[in-house]
């Protein structure tokens, strides 16, 4: 059979991949570009999904469904594809549960939890210390970061336990770890974090749904749509579902695609699936070593999501936001719900059973979940949550050609020795997908970023003069050029007074109850105002 002759193939027919197309299409409308995808949709880690309702049914996402106001390159997307947001909603009590099954159910309205003055006190001097670590990072070349061996070489957990000073603070931080990555912090580099967190613009964005953070506005209609209407502007009959890519093989003239029915030659490749199943696919000649070894080295993360549809939003008539935080150490399945409901007004909550908890829920039937996640919300919102309408979950870790979400980590030590391959062309095999992101790495923005760059990419090899001369200066000098610290950061100044203040209204509340954290704070006010960028991660 003779294999059919293409200009550019893409291995992906998520976010990532269909933006590199539409970029492609759009600079260049002769080239002919077909998008490969295993699965039997497009929309890679999103997708969205009718299920029963109040007024019938209604759609919801069952993976990626949040945007922010930051998020430029996802943004823009929207709008030039015509599709409108909406905010998440955040408006009345918040419900804050760790410490254990018999510890005290908190509620709290602001958006940091009603912690303890001396917990308060501890997350203020963490923030402070990791927002000014995030200010250094370099995350074009996170190596270049200063002492980037020294934060490389540790875990997200064990940076928590040298400076976190209370057991409340480190399960809190357990928390965050498995909503935003799925993972628990023993498992990532620290170094990985602290980029992560600067490719956001800081800790608190990764967490919050105020202005400007992650969880602050959804898509009318669901996410999936964008990858649907990308489809539609590339033809679908440029994207072949069903097409799982097994090998990619290159010589000196073409690079050859391989799936189970069919072979293809094209002049350039992009491949945009997470790295974990980027590396199971067969290359001839085989990558570099520092690639390969990097792609078998980045785990993802298992999340299991749920929506539950209701008559009503009882929670809202109650005077609650549907925004419920519980620790691991509560019994509770999940660690965080919001609500829900659609722009139609169909209630729902939304929620999130992740990390070590999805692990060990995952293996219980599905029924016994269910209960379990209503037990909780019962306990948490009142009766009324036992009465729903509909219950519906996806495990992502079951999903084919994903085996996970939302994002592959970086374990210690790959940051420093092995990040700069995991860009770096191959021949002619260019690398997307939102892991290699440098804004909202990880999110959906990050994934419409990296599919543009890795566009523009093959854009400079195969037609230059579609490119503005500042787009061709970017690609040859995007992995020698040192990418400073965004001017936008002014956390430690900001956070800086957030101490003085907590610590000063705290250490008057806690002078008698608890020496051992008061003679923490003296030491740690002895150094704060002292410490340089330079060896601040010895704080």
Same mark, same amino acid.
């Given at each position: 059979m003779t294999a059919e002759i293409w200009d550019v193939i893409i291995v992906g027919a998520g976010l990532s991949g269909l933006s590199a197309a539409h970029l492609?299409? &759009?600079?260049?409308?002769?080239? &002919?570009?077909?998008?490969? =995808?295993? !699965?039997d949709r497009v929309g890679g880690r999103t997708v969205s999904t009718e299920i029963p309702?109040?007024? @019938? /049914?209604?759609?919801?996402?069952?993976?990626?469904?949040? +945007?922010?106001?930051?998020?430029?390159?996802?943004?823009?997307?929207? !709008?030039e594809l015509g599709l409108e947001t909406y905010p998440q909603f955040n408006i009345g009590k918040k419900v804050h549960h760790t410490g254990g099954p018999g510890a005290k159910v908190r509620t709290y309205r602001t958006s940091i939890p009603a912690l303890s003055p001396v917990v308060l006190m501890d997350l203020t001097q963490l923030l402070w210390k990791i927002d000014r670590l995030c200010a250094t990072v370099c995350v074009q070349d996170p190596w270049r970061t200063p002492n980037a061996g020294e934060l490389d070489s540790m875990t997200l957990h064990s940076y928590? =336990?040298?400076?976190?000073? $209370? #057991?409340?603070? !480190?399960?809190?931080? @357990?928390?965050?770890?498995?909503?935003v990555f799925g993972m628990e912090p023993s498992q990532m580099s620290f170094l990985f974090?602290?980029?992560?967190?600067?490719?956001?613009?800081? /800790?608190?964005?990764?967490?919050?749904?105020?202005?400007?953070?992650?969880?602050e506005l959804k898509i009318k209609g669901g996410t999936q749509q964008l990858s649907q209407c990308l489809a539609e502007r590339a033809g679908w009959k440029n994207v072949r579902l069903g097409s799982a890519v097994t090998a990619i093989w290159q010589d000196a003239e073409w690079a050859r695609v $391989?799936?189970?029915t069919n072979t293809f030659l094209c002049r350039a490749v992009i491949v945009t699936c997470p790295p974990h199943l980027a590396a199971k696919i067969h290359y001839q000649p085989a990558l570099p070593s520092q690639r390969e070894f990097l792609t078998q080295n980045m785990p993802v993360g298992h999340m299991i999501k749920f929506i539950i549809t209701y008559q009503t939003a009882f929670w809202k008539e109650k005077g609650f936001s549907g925004e419920i935080v519980a620790g691991s150490s509560s019994g509770c399945p999940f660690c965080v719900t919001f609500d829900?409901?659609? %722009?139609?007004? *169909?209630?729902?909550? /939304?929620?999130?059973?992740? @990390?070590?908890q999805a692990s060990q829920w995952s293996a219980e039937e599905g029924g016994e979940r269910r209960k379990a996640v209503l037990s909780s919300l019962v306990k948490y919102l009142g009766r009324e949550a036992a009465s729903f309408i509909h219950y519906e979950e996806k495990d992502w870790a079951k999903e084919d050609y994903s085996g996970g979400c939302p994002v592959n980590v970086m374990a210690p030590g790959l940051l420093t020795y092995y990040h700069p391959s995991l860009r770096q062309p191959c021949g002619r095999i260019h690398w997307a997908g939102t892991e290699t992101a440098t804004l909202w790495c990880g999110y959906m923005s990050g994934a419409v970023q990296a599919g543009q760059r890795a566009a523009v990419e093959v854009l400079a090899e195969l037609c230059p003069m579609t490119?503005?001369? =500042?787009?061709?200066?970017? +690609?040859?000098?995007?992995? $020698? /050029? !040192?990418?400073?610290?965004s001017s936008?950061?002014?956390? %430690?100044?900001?956070?800086?007074?957030?101490? +003085?203040?907590?610590?000063?209204? @705290?250490?008057?509340?806690?002078?008698?109850? *608890?020496? *051992? #954290?008061?003679l923490k704070v003296k030491t740690y006010l002895t150094n704060v105002f002292s410490t340089t960028k330079q060896n601040i991660f010895l704080l």
């Open positions: 492609l299409r &759009k600079r260049n409308a002769k080239l &002919k570009i077909l998008t490969l =995808e295993g !699965k309702a109040a007024n @019938g /049914v209604d759609r919801w996402d069952f993976g990626g469904q949040w +945007v922010g106001s930051t998020q430029t390159h996802i943004l823009e997307l929207i !709008k928590i =336990e040298q400076h976190a000073w $209370t #057991a409340e603070l !480190k399960e809190e931080m @357990g928390l965050c770890s498995r909503s974090f602290l980029m992560y967190a600067a490719a956001a613009g800081g /800790v608190l964005p990764l967490l919050e749904s105020t202005p400007g953070s992650a969880q $391989t799936t189970t829900a409901t659609s %722009p139609s007004g *169909n209630a729902a909550l /939304v929620g999130f059973i992740a @990390g070590q490119l503005t001369q =500042e787009e061709l200066q970017a +690609v040859q000098h995007s992995f $020698t /050029v !040192k990418q400073t610290p936008k950061h002014t956390y %430690p100044s900001t956070t800086k007074a957030m101490v +003085v203040a907590t610590l000063a209204i @705290g250490a008057v509340l806690l002078l008698a109850q *608890n020496q *051992n #954290a008061l």
